[in-house]
Each structure stands twice: as C-alpha cells, then as structure tokens.
C-alpha cells in the first residue's frame, strides 16, 4: 500500500544554506527539513529482508547479508544521520553537500566506487511541486535521500516483496534503474492532468473567457515550465548512464535505461507540445477579446452612423433663417413641413438599415457570415494539421529516434 507523501511548502526561489567561503562539503541541512526516517531493504534471489531503523548504525547490521542492500532516506532534517550513513558506505562529502542543497539539476555523477545521480519527482495537488531524489550506486547498495517523507517507489517494494520479473536476480544497477523508472513513469498522471486543464480552458476560452481564463493559463505555462526544466536534463543524466561504459551498470541494465531515456523523450514531446498549446490559448484570449471590442465599435459605430442624417436633417431646419424670402427654406411655413422633416428622418434610417444589412454588417446574415467564416478557417487548420509532416523537435535523441505518439503511456518492461 502506498504510504501518504507528506509536502511542505517550498519556496521556488534559489536559496543556498552554506555561505560563500565556507569549506566544501559540509552538510548544513535545512532547518525546517523533516527529521529522517530510514528504511532498509536487503535481498537477493532467495533472500529478503525490509525494516525501519530507528538508529543508523543498525544500517551497519542489514549490509553484507544479501546480495543487495537499498537504504532508503526519507527527510534532510539531521546531519548526523547522513554523515551516519555517508562513512558507511563511503559516500563523497561534495555528494553529500549535494543531497542537503536541494536545488540541484538533474544530473549523473562518477565517484571513486560509486555514482551520484540526481533526479527530481514531481507531484501535482493545486499545484506541481518538485522533490529532489538523491541516488547513491555502488557495486552491492543503492541509497536514496528524500526531502520528504512518501515516494514513488511502493511499485518496486511490491517487485522486491513479491519476487516479481528479474529484479531480485539482478544487481544493485538494475534496482537504480527500477527507481530511477519509478520517478520518470510518475511524471505521466502529471502530463495527463494538464491535458485536461488544457481542453477545458480551451472550451473556456471558445465559450466565455474572462479575467480568470488568462490567469488559469499563466499557471498552466508556469506549472509547464517548471515540468520542462526537470525533466530536460534527467533526459541527459539517463542518456549519460546508458551510454558510457560504468563498471556498476551492465550491458543488460542498460538496455532498460534506453527504455527509461525514451519515457523521457515522449514527456519531454508532451510538454513541449502542451506548451505551445498554452500559447496558443492565450493568444485566442487576446484575439477574443479583441472581437469583443470590435462587436462593440461596430454597434456603436452603427448608432452613430444612423443618427448622422437624423442629426444633419434637424440641423438644417434649426436655423432660423428668416421665412420672408422664397429661398430661405419655404417649407418652414407648409403645413406639412414638421410631419415632412421626421419623414425624411425615417426614410434615411430605414434606407441605412436596408443598405447595412444588403451588405451583411447587421441581422443574421452577419452571425451567419461569421460563423461559416469561422468554421471554414478551423477546418482549414485541421486539414493543415493533418497534412503537414512530422518535423524533428528537440525531443528527438542523438540517433534520430522519433518519440512515440503523446497519447500513449508507456512502461518499462519487466521489473
């Protein structure tokens, strides 16, 4: 059963807890980090061994009597226990500075008898918030340090508990992999999720945007971009590991880290792709409510337009000109003359009304117009969408490998 993740709440700015000048590797953690919670694992093919240490030199005890041993770092909150644990498996003190200092990038690191991989795990509630995973390699242990209390990795405790796929017949590389699998697979229900926001802020805008569908989308991009740096240079990290020659990783593993490389390289497509969706978005808002304000010019150009001769018609007769000439507006003393001005005031708005909507700027000839207008202009974006030729994006890897189709999620094989 999946154990509740537990989130504070981050501050998104840069901040660093050692001060310029300070000695390298040293290990200040954050003082409103979670204090540690360690759980242990060991096992191997007919082995299996998992328990919650409530002193780190019981770790000391668990290695050595299986095959692997994976220890499991749950809160930054003491420094003892990561020295603890650090001496134990002869952990570097600049790998250890790392795993305090939160902000790191995504990242693959050789040490003398170990590798120090970085990752981060997303996680979306109202918002995507972001947890560095610290990942130590070494030829018969994996360990891991967690921000926070709760993971993604219940799917591999329930591989190793119920002895499923080849996991505990394989070495301590393929358990780096199956965690490092957990993290990039976790970032699918993510991606799925702003696909959804998308489509209805997409409905929103088309049907009724307001003030609170430009916020939604600025989210939506903020949330995007802080997906897009995560997962951008995890690719480079996986691609790194299953690349170069690493006496840790075999060559089977890393058959399964190309898959992992390619779960990257389709969540990166996604997001690039939602990305520009979310743009897209935006300018329709832009473009809305620019019809909106046209809508309304037009109506109240309309109006003014109709009362110009109604206007012009009253302004000729108001102005008094003396009636005992012939020429100066004999009308003024018919009997008719009041009965004929407003008659000609009707005939020429009548007449301008006719005349704007033979031309289709009124009445429902004009929504008509638009409507056919607006629908040809999407069908012609369709049949071009549907037209035009895959293009190479970014997220294509270094031997042209075309990512698959954003809708599919894909697992890894086998754990």
Request: with cysteine; hydrophobic share 40%; aromatic share 8%.
């Amino acid at each position: 059963m999946t154990r509740p993740r537990h989130r504070r709440h981050r501050k998104t700015r840069f901040s660093r807890r050692t001060k310029p000048g300070d000695l390298p590797g040293l290990v200040r953690p954050d003082p409103a980090a979670p204090p540690p919670v360690v759980h242990v694992i060991a096992y191997g093919p007919d082995d299996f061994i998992e328990r919650r240490v409530t002193d780190c030199h019981q770790v000391s005890e668990l290695v050595g009597k299986a095959a692997v041993t994976w220890v499991n770092v749950e809160g930054l909150g003491n420094a003892e226990t990561i020295h603890t644990i650090g001496n134990l498996f002869h952990l570097h003190p600049l790998a250890l500075e790392d795993v305090v200092n939160t902000h790191q990038r995504p990242k693959a690191e050789q040490y003398h008898g170990f590798l120090f991989i970085v990752a981060r795990m997303a996680e979306l509630h109202e918002r995507c918030s972001m947890e560095q995973v610290s990942l130590f390699l070494g030829r018969n242990f994996v360990v891991t340090f967690l921000e926070d209390p709760g993971d993604a990795f219940e799917t591999v405790r329930q591989h190793l508990r119920q002895k499923q796929g080849r996991i505990r017949a394989a070495g301590a590389g393929y358990l780096a992999y199956a965690l490092l699998d957990a993290v990039v697979d976790a970032y699918f229900p993510i991606v799925e999720e702003f696909g959804e926001r998308l489509d209805s802020l997409e409905d929103e805008v088309v049907a009724d945007p307001d003030r609170s569908t430009i916020a939604k989308a600025h989210r939506v991009k903020r949330e995007l971009r802080t997906l897009r740096r995560a997962i951008w240079p995890l690719r480079e990290a996986i691609n790194s590991l299953s690349r170069d020659e690493h006496e840790l990783i075999d060559d089977e593993t890393r058959v399964y880290l190309r898959d992992c490389y390619d779960h990257t390289v389709q969540i990166i497509d996604i997001v690039e792709t939602y990305r520009e969706l979310d743009a897209d978005l935006t300018d329709l808002y832009l473009s809305s409510l620019s019809n909106r304000l046209n809508e309304v010019m037009k109506v109240l150009t309309i109006i003014a337009t109709i009362f110009m001769p109604m206007s012009f018609i009253a302004s000729v007769y108001g102005m008094n000109f003396n009636t005992a000439s012939p020429f100066n507006m004999p009308e003024l003393n018919w009997p008719f003359g009041y009965l004929f001005a407003l008659a000609l005031m009707v005939v020429s708005t009548l007449g301008m009304l006719v005349y704007f909507r033979w031309k289709g700027w009124v009445g429902p000839h004009s929504l008509e117009r638009r409507a056919r207008a607006a629908r040809a202009a999407a069908l012609a974006t369709d049949e071009e969408e549907e037209q035009t030729p895959v293009h190479r994006t970014a997220a294509h890897d270094a031997h042209g490998h075309e990512p698959p189709p954003p809708v599919a999620h894909l697992r890894s094989t086998d754990q």
